[in-house]
């Protein structure tokens, strides 16, 4: 009985995070809005020469809301794709002991503003869309915000994975039939994960969209909505090539450099950790590879299932991206410049079969007896300071490889939750470059290549301002375990 119970009242505390995920997405007009009030009420405390010197302000001012409505207008055809896998009318705000509970479920640490780092059931893939699920259920939506935030809101789900056909969970595995063809993304229970024909959801209601049943979130939720729109220029525009360039390519170039011979009967098998919109996972199944993103944050899980499962063409979307800044800019027109996507169209692009997206925490889903020996490489890019404690990471990334496999990673030592101050005292293990790769050493890890790549994340090309990192950039093969 006390089983149950937590079933339900996990669920139920995933509902309460969807919402005010959904939220976050609904507030956006309004709290984008209220900016360019703001900008308004600025102008009018100008004095009349200052005014008339400026005039083009208001002008600009009304450009910006139509940009608004265009952003507005990608998001709302995103919601509206989105099927929730869970009944969204349950009334649970007056559970008072899932109140007291929620107050200790795991806060969600973004990144970094000039950085931005997503579960989904099984569609079959057409040449026209359906390349991965909807995304489904997650733990916990509280936020921590830092300063230059990357992107990779990083919001926990429930730990399940489609790999084969098989539903892999930290709580339960279960068999679930799959269409060849499908691209299996789940972060749901098992029961709701089989099949490719039916996404298993639910309800299909969208009540969930109506005005009433909208959350007061905080600014810093609207603010992740912002960072998606962000991260779409990096993973999924041909703005983001000179990013992808400096990220994705030397990854992709290594892993063709170590997997020279991949046949199409028996493709090498590659895990991407923190996928985020699935763009780099995308180019390793186009390499060859039977590749499997996981991402924890829902914010880009429903986005990235809307690119990859509904965009009919390429370059069907317009964003307006860098609008939410009057900061150094060069001029208002590279401001409120339009940015088109996808550059590809992701049914089109080549994918091999096998491919897929996972939702969860990579230490829940991964960290499982069925996961270990069962990947031939593994890519971590802006990946390995989002834990809690990156010596829990490097042990299961050496788990789950097979013996003589490949670790790729490129990325800075941005510890998520290195600012971290609330009554939960989070752990943050912080090590240098230096000490990670002697724990990678101690794992079983051998280095075969290195050097730092100097790099952005979500950087506006335009801007008078650029974030860079030096990048960690190396290659490992785990070496043979010794049989005594």
């Known amino acids: 009985m006390g089983e149950r119970r937590y079933s339900e009242l996990e669920q139920a505390l995933e509902i309460k995070s969807l919402r005010r995920i959904i939220s976050a997405y609904l507030n956006y007009p309004d709290a984008a809005e209220e900016d360019v009030r703001r900008y308004e009420r600025s102008f009018r405390k100008l004095s009349p020469t200052h005014k008339a010197l400026l005039s083009y302000l208001p002008l600009k001012f009304q450009r910006i809301r139509r940009c608004i409505s265009v952003n507005s207008y990608f998001i709302m055809s995103m919601l509206q794709a989105f099927e929730p896998p869970l009944d969204m009318s349950i009334d649970i705000d007056e559970d008072e002991h899932l109140e007291n509970t929620a107050e200790h479920y795991h806060p969600e640490i973004p990144r970094s503003s000039e950085r931005s780092n997503w579960s989904r059931h099984s569609e079959s893939i057409t040449e026209s869309n359906s390349l991965i699920p909807e995304p489904s259920t997650f733990r916990g939506e509280n936020s921590l915000p830092r300063d230059d935030m990357r992107s990779d809101d990083k919001q926990e789900l429930n730990g399940n994975a489609i790999m084969d056909g098989a539903t892999i969970s930290h709580a339960q595995k279960k068999s679930c039939g799959s269409d060849k063809d499908s691209v299996g ?75 020279p011979d991949r046949r199409e009967q028996s493709p090498p098998s590659c895990l991407v950790p923190g996928a985020g919109l699935g763009r780099l996972a995308l180019e390793i199944s186009c390499l060859g590879f039977v590749s499997q993103g996981n991402e924890f944050s829902y914010y880009m899980m429903i986005c990235s299932s809307f690119i990859l499962n509904h965009t009919q063409e390429a370059y069907e979307w317009t964003i307006y991206p860098w609008i939410h800044s009057n900061c150094n800019s060069l001029s208002d027109n590279d401001q409120l410049r339009p940015v088109s996507f996808p550059d590809v169209h992701p049914a089109s692009a080549g994918i091999t079969d096998g491919f897929s997206m996972c939702g969860g925490d990579f230490v829940e889903v991964y960290n499982d007896e069925s996961q270990e020996a069962s990947w031939d490489s593994v890519v971590t890019c802006f990946f390995l300071d989002t834990a809690h404690n990156i010596v829990e990471y490097i042990e299961i990334i050496s788990k789950i490889l097979k013996d003589g496999g490949v670790w790729i990673n490129l990325g800075p030592l941005l510890y998520h939750f290195a600012d971290s101050y609330g009554p939960e005292d989070e752990m943050s293990i912080e090590l240098s470059l230096e000490d990670v790769k002697k724990v990678a050493y101690h794992y079983g890890f051998e280095m075969e290549m290195e050097k730092m790549i100097e790099t952005t994340y979500t950087a506006n090309m335009r801007s008078m301002m650029q974030n860079r990192y030096n990048a960690a950039f190396w290659t490992m093969r785990k070496k043979p375990q010794s049989r005594s």
């Open 185 to 259: 993304v789940a972060a749901v229970p098992a029961a709701h994960c089989c099949g490719s024909s039916s996404n298993g959801n639910v309800n299909s209601s969208r009540d969930w969209m109506d005005p009433s049943s909208q959350l007061n979130v905080p600014p810093v939720d609207v603010d992740k909505v912002r960072c998606i729109i962000r991260n779409i220029v990096r993973d999924w525009a041909q703005e983001g090539q000179k990013e992808r360039d400096q990220c994705y390519k030397p990854i992709l170039e290594e892993l063709n450099h170590h997997f």
